[in-house]
């Protein structure tokens, strides 16, 4: 009686085995589902958001002017470089010039091999209160493709309420 039941146990087992290989083998057309691949491309045209990571200051007397590879700033009172998470394969950046000029550089974005980073300038009296929110715990920037979006929020979601 024992044989028996480890007998028909193993049949079961076995028949069980067979559906199975018959499904991997030969799954029905309504079954099969494509393949499509995530999309995990970074999508610069309507802006990344990237927590910073760190910030480096810089303050000047507002006499000369700031350069940094095409970004040239006039009477440059100060610059806050910042750095947040890798989206894809590149770092992301943002360079905040502050100046007292009359005529500020548009916003601008450039993306190479090894870094997406953007530009936006502000008025000298933005210098400080900016400062203070580039450094609270859940700050975060945007950077894209499209200029207008650039931008620093103490909280991501108001980055995603200017679209």
Same mark, same amino acid.
Request: cysteine-free; overall charge neutral; glycine content about 0%.
């Given at each position: 009686m024992q044989r028996q039941k480890m007998l028909t146990s193993l049949f079961r087992h076995k028949e069980d085995n067979n559906i199975m290989r018959h499904y991997?083998? &030969? #799954?029905? #057309?309504? @079954? @099969?589902?494509t393949f499509q691949p995530i999309d995990l491309s970074a999508k610069w045209d309507c802006g990344v958001v990237s927590k910073v990571r760190s910030v *480096?200051? $810089?303050a000047f007397s507002g006499k000369r002017d700031f350069e940094d590879g095409d970004y040239r700033l006039a009477a440059a009172v100060g610059v806050l470089q910042l750095t947040g998470h890798r989206e894809g394969a590149v770092r992301t950046e943002l360079l905040i010039g502050f100046s007292n000029a009359n005529d500020l550089p548009q916003p601008t974005f450039? +993306?190479?091999? @090894? *870094? $997406?980073?953007g530009t936006m300038s502000l008025a000298a009296s933005s210098f400080g209160p900016l400062m203070q929110l580039v450094h609270l715990p859940n700050a975060h920037f945007r950077? &894209?493709?499209?200029?207008? +979006?650039i931008g620093v929020a103490s909280d991501p979601a108001m980055l995603l309420q200017t679209q």
């Open positions: 991997l083998q &030969s #799954p029905t #057309p309504s @079954t @099969t589902k *480096r200051v $810089a450039h +993306l190479d091999d @090894t *870094r $997406a980073f950077i &894209s493709s499209d200029v207008n +979006l």
